[in-house]
């Protein structure tokens, strides 16, 4: 495990030690890491807010992190970034649940849904079509804060009638 896996470890591990509201408290503590009201960390904010939390990185250390953990390639992190680099890895039981749900969705089978599969359900204005990736990506952020399979799977099943 290299330093910016072991960064992510100990992160993770306070916010689940918080149990649901862990997640809350991330994106609170992101904010006021956010001095310069960007809405995003370069490495020397997340680096100086680690430090607070007792976890010293060095600055090839932070910038590393901010790497690893910025999709968009901005250069910095977003708060999406930031929450969906600390979500725990899901068991196959969640993501086969997901899958489930996924496939509900999906009349046509094409792995995408879209207006025509979900016509007189839902509406897709915002959204006209929907991958299993987006679909799990969701899914991936809910998940963290159940704190048991049997929980996520009954969740899931009751909402999707599976």
């Known amino acids: 495990m290299d330093a910016v896996d072991a960064t992510v470890e100990q992160l993770r591990a306070q916010c689940l030690a918080r149990g649901a509201s862990g997640i809350q ?5 992101f904010r006021r890491l956010d001095r310069d009201r960007s809405r995003s960390l370069d490495a020397g904010e997340l680096r100086r807010g680690l430090a607070e939390l007792g976890m010293a990185l060095g600055e090839a250390e932070a910038e590393g992190v901010c790497r690893r953990w910025d999709r968009d390639g901005s250069g910095t992190l977003d ?6 680099a600390l ?3 899901m068991s196959p039981a969640r993501e086969a649940v997901i899958a489930a749900a996924f496939a509900k969705l999906d ?19 915002a959204h006209p079509k929907v991958t299993l990736a987006e679909f799990q990506d969701y899914y991936s952020g809910l998940s963290a804060s159940v704190d048991t399979d049997e929980e ?4 899931m099943t009751s909402a999707w009638q599976l």
């Open 152 to 155: 996520f799977v009954a969740m």
């Open 25 to 29: 408290a991330l994106a609170r503590f």
């Open 79 to 84: 708060l999406e970034e930031f929450l969906r």
């Open 87 to 89: 979500r725990p890895p």
């Open 107 to 125: 009349r046509s089978g094409d792995g995408v849904v879209t207006v025509d599969d979900l016509r007189g359900v839902y509406s897709g204005r």
